[in-house]
């Protein structure tokens, strides 16, 4: 089992990588965004498909993690051959997925993410259904800095509730011990 702190911390540097790119591009000398609209519209889009794709991605690294860390080994391949086949995350479902692990953890989800941060994550995730279904949104709802943010919280949250305080095993061979 792969230490998961360092595959969930790959996965947010290669998302601020991605966005670091965009944001300088959209400074570059010579090119002017604002008047280029379309080449705007398309990086604010690409954003929106990277920002829902990581939380799809950290969701599913996370939580597999911590069912293979926490259920023998039998439940744990259930688990992750019915996750897998799991839809596309929007926030019904991602209230639903995380649900599945208790209220409390629904509750400490609800906490975190206040009406205002679920109509943005609402917009992020359907903004990236409709690019991945072939419509071309345009409009004000891109706002790449407020997915990142979005990003960043809801990361911050899996590791607090699903790794930070789950216990690990390891044997001599300083592997974790995998449940019976």
């Known amino acids: ?57 950290l969701f599913y690294e996370a939580i597999t993690w911590y069912i293979e860390t926490n259920a023998n080994r039998e439940v744990s391949q259930f688990s992750r051959s019915f996750f897998k086949k799991s839809p596309n995350l929007t926030p019904d479902a991602m209230e639903t997925l995380v649900s599945r692990f208790g209220e409390v953890y629904l509750e400490s989800l609800n906490e975190v993410l ?17 690019i991945a279904h072939g419509d071309f949104p345009t409009g004000a709802k891109h706002a790449p800095e407020q997915y990142l943010e979005l990003c960043n919280i809801i990361y911050d ?24």
């Open 1 to 57: 089992m792969a230490d998961i702190r360092r595959i969930l911390y790959s996965l947010k540097g290669s998302l601020e990588s991605e966005i670091s790119r965009y944001d300088t591009l959209t400074h570059l000398e010579g090119i002017d965004l604002l008047q280029n609209a379309k080449l705007q519209e398309d990086l604010r889009r690409y954003y929106a498909i990277r920002c829902a794709g990581f939380l799809e991605k």
């Open 157 to 180: 949250w899996i590791l607090e509730q699903f790794i930070k305080n789950t216990v690990v095993e390891y044997g001599k061979d300083g592997l974790p011990l995998k449940k019976k």
């Open 114 to 130: 206040d009406e205002e941060l679920k109509g943005r994550l609402g917009v992020l995730l359907n903004l990236r259904n409709e």
